[in-house]
């Protein structure tokens, strides 16, 4: 599982930014040995342990945050190599990803913490491209973006929804970004000890931006492709749930 | 707008805002009891006079007592939908704290797991 990564990690600190910008990605930072990645988790014990896999053929550090899954999912993902954090009852994805993010801040070595959802629509390219943005830009927060090019299919429906998301995002954050509701980020280790999220199931990602926004951080946009399957759509909000999204975030 | 109908949105509003904003705590708690002691005099005086409520309800303009009474209810029961919703609130936070502490104690340390995962590879 861990054949595509051939040098031993680097135990100290990742080198500078553009230290040697022609060596290859994975040889230049090791399987990222300063970077944890974030997986919330609930119910997706059929695409989990492929996930953590392709994951962990470029990250070393993987912890999954077993929201109180029903299912096997934790034990598989364990398999599949990550350190499995859990919920013993289900609390939402947010309140996941600030267990996450707090686990990994307990790791004085961690530089940056990157989130990616289980169900296996980001991809590790996109990921790893976005951490070694962070590092060479100096920024603390990477968003991705599935509206910064046309790969990402969308249906107009959906699409309408997530633009009008994003608009309510602008004016309420006063962070502008593409696309408001996307599961990929990679946070500095400062970004990620200035969130505190409240919002425990989906009014998160507004909620992250905020923190992001009033922390007065460095941040950018990256264009990245979220693949659409049969799986990944069964699983997603309903749109109705949006509707959710919006009142708690106005509510508090 | 009759004078009662700007009362009684003024008072829906207000009933909003200050459950809204007070942080649960004693004072809320006894504006709360307060709110409900007032509102079971009410009812009760309206069952051994319902003559009295109308009249009151003419002095301040309002057809009949039973719509008065109406009002208050309408105004009552919204208090206690956002109340109930922000103890809910509180209450999820807790559990929330709780939970996560528990899991965090209980998970391989981020040191270790760093050990064993650099060790695999």
């Known amino acids: 599982m861990m054949g595509a990564v051939t040098s031993t990690p680097h135990r100290a600190e990742q080198g500078a930014p553009g230290e040697d910008p022609r060596a290859p990605a994975a040889a230049r930072a ?14 997706e014990a059929a695409v989990v342990a492929d996930v953590v896999a392709e994951l962990r053929t470029r990250f070393l550090h993987v912890v999954c945050v077993d929201d109180g ?3 096997s999912s934790a034990a598989l993902a364990e398999a599949a190599g990550a ?23 307990r790791d004085e070595r961690m530089r940056s913490v990157v989130t990616f959802d ?14 070694q943005r962070l590092e060479a830009e100096q920024l603390d927060a990477v968003f991705g973006s599935r509206f910064l090019d046309r790969r990402t299919e969308l ?12 608009v309510y995002n602008n004016a309420t954050t006063g962070v502008r970004l593409t696309d408001a509701h996307n599961g990929l980020r990679v946070l500095s280790r400062r970004a990620a000890s200035c969130l505190r999220l409240r919002h425990d199931r989906m ?8 923190q992001v926004g009033r922390a007065d951080l460095r941040w950018a946009e990256h264009p990245v492709l979220v693949r659409y399957t049969d799986y990944s759509r069964s699983k997603g909000q309903s749109l109705l749930n949006s509707v959710n999204i919006l009142v708690e975030t106005i509510l508090g | 707008m009759l004078f009662i109908q700007v009362v009684l949105i003024v008072a829906v509003l207000c009933v909003g805002a200050v459950l809204v904003r007070s942080t649960a705590g004693e004072r809320h708690q006894a504006v709360r009891r ?88």
């Not at chain 1, 429906?157 to 009008?164: G, S, T």
């Not at chain 2, 003419?58 to 109406?70: I, K, M, Q, S």
């Not at chain 2, 009552?76 to 919703?85: I, K, Q, T």
């Open chain 1, 30 to 43: 090791g399987g990222h040995p300063g970077t944890w990645v974030v997986v919330p988790l609930y119910r």
């Open chain 1, 69 to 71: 899954s029903p299912d």
């Open chain 1, 83 to 105: 350190t499995v954090v859990r919920h013993g009852v289900n609390l939402g994805q947010g309140a996941a990803l600030q267990t996450g993010i707090e686990y990994a801040l």
């Open chain 1, 118 to 131: 289980a169900d296996g629509q980001h991809r590790v390219e996109d990921a790893e491209a976005m951490v």
């Open chain 1, 155 to 166: 249906d107009r429906l959906r699409r309408a929804v997530l633009r009008a998301a994003t």
């Open chain 1, 203 to 210: 009014a998160h990602a507004t909620e992250l931006v905020l």
């Open chain 2, 34 to 121: 307060i709110l409900l002691g007032v509102l079971v005099v009410l009812a009760v005086a309206s069952i051994l006079a319902p003559g009295a409520v109308t009249v009151v309800a003419r002095a301040v303009g309002v057809g009949r007592g039973t719509d008065l009474l109406l009002y208050g209810l309408v105004v009552a029961f919204l208090g206690a939908l956002v109340s109930a919703y922000r103890r809910q609130r509180s209450l999820e936070s807790r559990l929330t704290q709780l939970t996560r502490r528990l899991a965090l104690d209980e998970a391989e340390p981020p040191a270790l797991a760093r050990a064993r995962h650099e060790e695999a590879s």
